[in-house]
């Protein structure tokens, strides 16, 4: 199958600026504080783990972590920032896990099944999620709310897609846990341009006009 993420640049060799957005994301912390609270003493799979936006909080709260993602640059970057000894960095498809079935207490997945667009690839990863999730455990789809200034300046308020995507998720028989509002508050005007710039292009960065972008995000909960 051809790898389309394979050519996102943001998550290769752009990766430095995706970075500095997901570090810019949730600048009052909201969503660490909401993980803080529901990792504790668990087995964590971070599942499309990234650059490890939320390793920190879930490395010292968690009994055991692990990182999965496709992109070695990311996974890098990951690895880097990791501070437990017993923490494992597993560069892999989520659609096909190495990890025994019944084996994870908490999934958490940050913006990562929503970047798939081949709707029988992401089913393919989201059957694997669940398959490698205990009995009584439970998985965490943190995503964008319909409705924001951040969907606006993506144009996805005109295009369904958040919308179609958020859908499955609860066709999926995930619920609505909670609905955060919160900001991304990047050091510059041109910073934010420029990250906007390498993940969305050039028409959707020179939308942006403040440093401070209002984000709304929805976490989705999914028990067994
Ligand atoms: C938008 S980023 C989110 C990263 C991180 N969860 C965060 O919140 O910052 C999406 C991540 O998912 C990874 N990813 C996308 N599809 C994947 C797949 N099929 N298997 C594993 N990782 C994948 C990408 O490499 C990228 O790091």
Do not use: P
Not at 151 to 157: A, D, G, K, M, P
């Amino acid at each position: 199958m051809k790898n389309l993420l394979k050519e996102s640049s943001a998550y290769y060799d752009k990766n430095n600026y995706y970075e500095i957005f997901s570090i810019r994301e949730d600048a009052e912390g909201k969503v660490r504080n909401y993980l803080e609270n529901i990792s504790k003493d668990k087995i964590v799979l971070d599942a499309g783990c990234g650059t490890g936006k939320f390793l920190s909080v879930l490395e010292t709260k968690s009994k055991e972590y692990i990182g999965i993602d496709l992109s070695d640059k990311q996974l890098e970057r990951a690895i880097n920032k990791s501070k437990k000894g017993t923490s494992k960095f597993i560069c892999s498809n989520l659609s096909s896990i190495n990890l025994k079935d019944n084996s994870v207490d908490l999934i958490i997945s940050s913006w990562v099944l929503g970047t798939i667009t081949d709707l029988e690839e992401r089913n393919k990863c989201l059957n694997e999620l669940k398959r490698v999730l205990k009995e009584d455990g439970i998985i965490i789809l943190i995503e964008n709310d319909t409705d924001s200034e951040f969907e606006e300046i993506r144009n996805r308020n005109k295009d369904n897609r958040t919308k179609d995507y958020n859908k499955w998720i609860l066709l999926n028989s995930f619920i609505i846990d909670k609905q955060i509002d919160t900001y991304f508050e990047f050091k510059t005007l041109e910073e934010a341009k420029m990250c906007f710039e390498v993940i969305y292009g050039e028409e959707i960065a020179n939308k942006i006009k403040n440093k401070r972008i209002k984000h709304k995000i929805t976490i989705f909960k999914y028990n067994k």
